[in-house]
Nanobody, 115 residues
Framework: QVQLVESGGGLVQPGGSLRLSCAAS????????MSWYRQAPGKERELVAV???????YYGDSAKGRFTISRDNAKNTVYLQMNSLKPEDTAAYYC?????????WGKGTLVTVSS
């Protein structure tokens, strides 16, 4: 079955960096777009970044210039490098893909940006 497992979250000071990973299994990873979403307390889930199967990338406004999405098809893993983190980046970060008209989400990894 499809599984998405995020890791790499934690507590970081403002201005710091984190790299999130999402390990995928149960499908042909290289054939599908992968996305990162986030949800802050009391807010709706929002798109952070998407990378297509061919490597085309889209960033949400909150990520532009600070975050980088990448994928390693040999490792079935998608990454989110986050730099210059701000307190407003505090959220649960989720990995997402859609295949065969069905949405799949990971359980999320928590990122807290605080001094």
């Amino acid at each position: 079955q499809v599984q998405l497992v995020e890791s790499g979250g934690g507590l970081v000071q403002p201005g710091g960096s984190l790299r999130l990973s999402c390990a995928a299994s149960g499908f042909t990873f290289s054939s599908y777009a992968m996305s990162w979403y986030r949800q802050a307390p009391g807010k709706e889930r929002e798109l952070v970044a998407v990378i297509s199967s061919g490597g085309t990338i889209y960033y949400g406004d909150s990520a532009k210039g600070r975050f980088t999405i990448s994928r390693d098809n040999a490792k079935n893993t998608v990454y989110l490098q986050m730099n210059s983190l701000k307190p407003e980046d505090t959220a649960a970060y989720y990995c997402y893909t859609r295949l065969r008209n069905k949405d799949y989400w990971g359980k999320g990894t928590l990122v807290t940006v605080s001094s």
